[in-house]
């Protein structure tokens, strides 16, 4: 495996010893070497480290650190995470109009080098930009074509996000009972790939967890949790897509 699949693995799988290991030796090497798309992909991943321990403006810093690598070299590609990360920091601080800003130039540079899961990722997260500033319709058409693409394309990867994305419409919809079942069922999606969420995703998920909690009760809410682990992710929408 190369160095950004063995790192993004290890971010997912919650081992943060082990990327910030992997990223100080990856840019010791990818500097001597004149190299900087492993230079930018080892700044990005301390960047995530930063935002998954709580520290945004440590992430935004080596997010910029990583961008600059990218400016220098030329190659816009590169751009791709660091500017994905900078949209998220922003999104995670409450500027949600900025960051709905940074996901629109994200998806366009995405579009530009033809990444279309990258595009489908970006305009999920636009989609919580949307839902935050009140555009519950904006948002919840992105949020139902972003899952039409990840269940028609088996974007595996995607699913857990996909029903992050539906309990927090749940949320917005004020029906506590099914933000309780589509946790359960993100957390089951997010354990069958051996994963943790992004800290964004993951911050959303514990806000909605606590406000769900305070309304149904823990027992209440246990009830509905344990129902949505049991469910497949597909099956848990299909009222919506029927």
Not at 148 to 171: H, K, L, Q, S, T
Request: proline share 2%.
């Amino acid at each position: 495996m190369t160095f950004s699949e063995n790192v993004r693995s290890a971010f997912r799988r919650g081992e943060t010893d082990a990327v910030v290991r992997m990223s100080e030796a990856e840019i010791a090497r990818a500097r001597a070497a004149g190299d900087p798309a492993g230079e930018v992909e080892a700044r990005y991943s301390l960047a995530r480290v930063a935002i998954r321990g709580g520290d945004l403006v440590g992430g935004e810093d080596r997010a910029r650190e990583a961008l600059a690598v990218a400016l220098g070299s030329g190659d816009r590609s590169l751009e791709e995470r660091p500017r994905h990360v900078l949209a998220a920091v922003a999104r995670m601080s409450g500027d949600l109009l900025r960051a709905r800003d940074l996901y629109r130039e994200s998806i366009a540079l995405n579009e530009a080098l033809g990444q279309w899961k990258t595009v489908n990722s970006e305009k999920h997260n636009l989609a919580f930009c949307e839902l935050g500033l009140g555009n519950l319709n904006v948002a919840r058409a992105l949020f139902a074509e972003s899952r039409e693409r990840v269940f028609r394309n088996d974007w595996a990867e995607f699913v857990p996000y996909v029903c992050v994305a539906g309990a927090a419409v749940a949320a917005a919809d004020g029906d506590h009972s099914r933000v309780a079942l589509m946790i359960g069922v993100a957390d089951a999606a997010f354990a069958a790939l051996g994963q943790v969420p992004d800290p964004d995703d993951a911050a959303d998920l514990a806000r909605m967890r606590a406000a769900a909690v305070e309304a149904l009760g823990v027992d209440a809410f246990d009830r509905e949790y344990a129902a949505g682990q049991l469910r497949e992710p597909r099956a848990a929408f299909a009222s919506d897509e029927g």
